[in-house]
Structure formats: C-alpha cells, structure tokens
Nanobody, 116 residues
Framework: QVQLVESGGGLVQAGGSLRLSCVAS????????MKWYRQAPGKQREYVAM?????????YYADSAKGRFTISRDNAKKTMYLQMNSLKPEDTADYYC????????WGQGTQVTVSS
C-alpha cells in the first residue's frame, strides 16, 4: 500500500509562486518515478511533471509547465516537490501526487487558485 499526501496549495495572484509537497508513506517508493497531475473544475485530470528515481532523477514537464515549474524529490524524506513560478489563472486546479507501482496511487490533492 502506498499513501501520498499533498500540501502547499493556496491562493496567489498571477505571476506569483507556490511550492507543493507530496509525502509518501506505507511503502518505499524511492525506486519509482513520481508525477504531479492537476484537475481543474469540470475538466480532465492532466499530467504536469514527472521525476525519475534517485537523487539525480531526470525531470520531465508538460508544455504548460515548461520554464515555470520545477519538480524535485528528497528520497530520504520520501517527499516530492513542485515549485511553481510565474503562475497563471489557467494553473488553477487541484494538484495531485502520483506514483505507479503495478497500478496508479494518488494523494487527496491540494488546491491551487491563481487570481487575475
């Protein structure tokens, strides 16, 4: 069993920044890639960013996140982060942590609201 808990969401003005955190527990997930997804009201959940395992994990971003978001992880703390800069109103969504371990595991989400 994998447990994921997101935090760090909030309300910011356009152009502002937030850092999201995702803490994993229940199973060791350091050997697994982790991802951030988001879901706006009435819309499909979409991929945002991914980081592979290890301290030197490779990072990947959706086009919407490139140049603005930075994904990172601290395996000792079993925590993944998403630093979000230059936020836009279209970034408003619930943000979810994800890990694939013979199936998808999700956190409960943390809400991000970006005002104009």
């Amino acid at each position: 069993q994998v447990q994921l808990v997101e935090s760090g969401g909030g309300l910011v003005q356009a152009g502002g920044s937030l850092r999201l955190s995702c803490v994993a527990s229940g199973m060791i997930v350091s050997n697994n890639a982790m991802k951030w997804y988001r879901q706006a009201p009435g819309k499909q959940r979409e991929y945002v960013a991914m980081i592979t395992s290890g301290s030197n994990g490779r990072t990947y971003y959706a086009d919407s996140a490139k140049g603005r978001f930075t994904i990172s992880r601290d395996n000792a703390k079993k925590t993944m982060y998403l630093q979000m800069n230059s936020l836009k109103p279209e970034d408003t969504a619930d943000y979810y942590c994800n890990v694939y371990l013979r199936g998808d595991f999700w956190g409960q989400g943390t809400q991000v609201t970006v005002s104009s």
